[in-house]
């Protein structure tokens, strides 16, 4: 997985009832835009620091998303 400041983070749901959990990258912290990542999640506006898993994937939504954030 590869991703730079700006994108976001996306992690499915488990169940089917539930949105998937929505990040945005604020820092990238491995080597050529590998984990682990500087999060800002939407839903609550925490800050974490993440090593995502295979249930995730990285999207690139425009300038107007990211500086929303």
């Known amino acids: 997985m590869q991703a730079k400041a700006g994108d976001f983070l996306v992690i ?3 169940h ?3 949105p998937p959990r929505v990040g945005f990258i604020e ?3 491995g080597d050529d835009g ?3 990542y500087v999060v800002k999640w939407e839903e609550d506006g925490r800050t974490t620091i993440v090593f995502p898993g295979s249930d995730a994937h990285i999207e690139q939504r425009g ?3 990211a ?3």
């Open 67 to 69: 500086a929303a954030h």
């Open 63 to 65: 300038q107007d998303a």
């Open 27 to 29: 820092e990238v912290h």
């Open 12 to 14: 499915a749901s488990n």
């Open 34 to 36: 590998a984990p682990p």
């Open 16 to 18: 089917l009832e539930q």
